[in-house]
T-cell receptor, first 113, second 109 residues
Framework: IAGITQAPTSQILAAGRRMTLRCTQD?????MYWYRQDLGLGLRLIHY???????GKGEVPDGYSVSRANTDDFPLTLASAVPSQTSVYFC????????????FGEGSRLTVL | GQNIDQPTEMTATEGAIVQINCTYQ??????LFWYQQHAGEAPTFLSY??LDGLEEKGRFSSFLSRSKGYSYLLLKELQMKDSASYLC??????????WGAGTKLIIKP
């Protein structure tokens, strides 16, 4: 693995189902982020983690949860998916929570029907 | 995006120069960032400005005026591969990035 990896790349999901998007980085970055990107809108922060063991809510956290058990992994869970959660999800990392130079994964395209 | 304004789309000619503007809310400012995002791909970091003035990096330059809440990204000697969306983002007082919706740049031969 080099950089930041997301899985799955794309997924179609029935409403009401539970879904976890995986994110793994091998850069030993302290800070990690989950964004969603929708047409016509800027990237919106869902949840973040400044360091392993801590998480925080971003701009649009409702319906999503995260965990940060170790430095490398930062999964995003949709407990009960709804159609409005159809989006492209990007995981990102940075070596510090006070730097804006983020490294992004390739994205996970999620469609909720 | 929240308090970040940039044009939705711009068109330019290969070999020319284009300037993409961005205006932002000045309160709680900790820096201005530009990212490039090709269609279907992840954003990649281009530049960071925290002080007023011009930062040059090859064919790309970024300018900041903190008092005016204004930045621009200047792309010179445009190449077809520069066709992409350019995302402006400001870092707020909590060190979180607030993103604009992006400017889609179309390069024509």
């Amino acid at each position: 693995i080099a950089g930041i990896t997301q899985a799955p790349t794309s997924q179609i999901l029935a409403a009401g189902r539970r879904m976890t998007l995986r994110c793994t980085q091998d850069m030993r970055h302290n800070a990690m982020y989950w964004y969603r990107q929708d047409l016509g809108l800027g990237l919106r922060l869902i949840h973040y983690s400044n360091t392993a063991g801590t998480t925080g809510k971003g701009e649009v956290p409702d319906g999503y949860s995260v965990s940060r058990a170790n430095t490398d992994d930062f999964p995003l869970t949709l407990a009960s998916a709804v159609p409005s959660q159809t989006s492209v999800y990007f995981c990102a990392s940075s070596d510090s929570s006070v730097t804006g130079e983020l490294f992004f994964g390739e994205g996970s395209r999620l469609t909720v029907l | 995006g929240q308090n970040i304004d940039q044009p939705t789309e711009m068109t330019a000619t290969e070999g020319a120069i284009v300037q993409i503007n961005c205006t932002y809310q000045t309160s709680g400012f900790n820096g201005l960032f530009w990212y490039q995002q090709h269609a279907g791909e992840a954003p990649t970091f281009l530049s960071y400005n925290v002080l007023d003035g011009l930062e040059e990096k090859g064919r790309f330059s970024s300018f900041l005026s903190r008092s005016k809440g204004y930045s621009y990204l200047l792309l010179k000697e445009l190449q077809m591969k520069d066709s992409a969306s350019y995302l402006c983002a400001r870092m707020d007082s909590n060190y979180q990035l607030i993103w604009g919706a992006g400017t889609k740049l179309i390069i024509k031969p």
